[in-house]
């Protein structure tokens, strides 16, 4: 039996476990956190690709209970007290045919639980070597070897550093950040939010009925990367007071809390621009080899495919990592270099650099929202590069499963 190692235990890693245990290949996932985490990270999109591949696994229903069930949003533009209500459902239909928005952290738990009793998991433990014959050594546990090695922790992957060395990051422009707030200042209700927008910046609140709590999220933008420590949290709520001052009161009350004590997240909207992510027994998956920019550019629904697309081809290969990682690299790498696109375009609309953007990205969703729900999705599935990019991946099935 063919032993595999994943690293990482959030989207891509819990897949790929499910679907190499059910290929009948021995998996063990190291995860450097203690406990599967829960970050307060921010509300994620499944498009129909990732939507049938987890019907496949059984999981489905389960994902679209937990979904945050948002349906209307009040967008509010900078310098203005009036709000321009909008119908996020009509949106989310001209966007795809099959669609759920779900926090990462329940989506990730909802992966795990899936497969856990058919992978070994290795919490609060990191990979320290991966040496060229699949040899790994960790930070607590004994070292062992594997006849492939799978780095699935992130855009900033330990996989990758040891075996890739630095790779750069190309910054999009984009910063996000997410807080944890007291669900009660979601007045709205659960599946109201609320956008403020402004030229180079936008906030955002929202609750949803699986959270405890509501997310303010933080979208800006700068031309040139700044200076921080993706581990440097009060330099980072430091840098976010600076941006978003002034932008409303109500986002300044968000700020206000920001010492609160809720979770906090805040990372740089960046791409990995590898055209292969393959050496030796080593490859990558999700957004360790090939994120396309986090909360612009489908990685989720990206890392989904991807990790189910490994596992078949392992399969279908016969546990032969080359040939396997080949026809990997093939299928996905057009996927990833589309959503590298999209994601620039993406940035630019979701962040608007001047007051006309700022009035075309408020009045452009206001109209969208307003068409009959049919006109909205015929005109969205005559471009299938632009809105329906992400509902438009191939998945094949793969007869070993």
């Known amino acids: 039996m063919k032993s595999i190692l994943i690293s990482g235990a959030s989207v891509a890693g819990p897949v790929l476990a499910y679907w190499l245990a059910r290929y009948g290949f021995d998996v063990t996932v190291v995860e450097r956190a203690p406990a599967l985490r829960k970050t307060g990270g921010h509300a994620v999109d499944l498009f129909r690709p990732a939507m049938e591949i987890s019907e496949r696994m059984g999981v489905l229903p389960r994902i679209e209970a937990a979904g945050t069930g948002a349906t209307r949003m009040s967008v509010v533009r900078e310098g203005r007290r009036k709000a321009v209500d909008v119908d996020l459902g009509k949106i989310f239909q001209a966007t795809s045919d099959r669609h759920v928005e779900i926090m990462r952290d329940d989506l990730a738990e909802i992966y795990y639980d899936a497969g856990k009793d058919h992978a070994r998991y290795l919490f609060g433990d990191s990979i320290t070597r991966i040496g060229p014959d699949g040899e790994a050594e960790f930070e607590r546990s004994a070292p062992g070897r594997y006849d492939v090695i799978i780095g699935a922790d992130g855009l900033h992957s330990t996989v990758r550093r040891l075996v890739f060395g630095e790779v750069p990051e190309h910054h999009v422009g984009g910063y996000l950040a997410v807080l944890s707030l007291p669900k009660d200042l979601a007045a709205a209700g659960e599946a109201h939010s609320r956008l403020h927008v402004g030229v180079n910046r936008a906030a955002a609140l929202y609750t949803a009925r699986t959270l405890p709590d509501a997310r303010a999220v933080f979208l800006f933008n700068r031309p040139e990367p700044l200076d921080y420590h993706h581990r440097d949290v009060p330099r980072q709520k430091e840098l976010l007071r600076q941006v978003f001052a002034g932008l409303n009161p109500e986002v300044d009350g968000w700020l206000a809390r920001l010492d609160g004590g809720g979770a906090f997240y805040f990372d740089s909207i960046t791409q990995l621009r590898l055209d292969s992510w393959s050496r030796g027994r080593v490859t990558l998956a999700g957004d360790a080899g090939y994120c396309p920019g986090p909360a612009v550019g489908g990685s989720t629904s990206l890392a989904v495919v991807g990790a189910y697309v490994l ?65 909205s999705r015929t005109l969205a599935k005559l471009n299938s590069k632009g809105l329906r990019l992400h509902d438009s991946m191939p998945v094949r099935d793969y007869a070993a499963g």
């Open 311 to 375: 596992a078949g081809e392992l399969a279908e290969a016969g546990g032969d990592h080359e040939a396997a990682f080949q026809a990997y690299e093939r299928q996905v790498l057009p996927l990833v270099q589309a959503s590298r696109k999209f994601a620039l375009g993406a940035a630019k609309t979701l962040i608007p650099g001047s007051r006309a953007a700022v009035w075309g990205l408020v009045n452009g969703a206001r109209v969208a929202a307003a068409l009959p729900a049919g006109v």
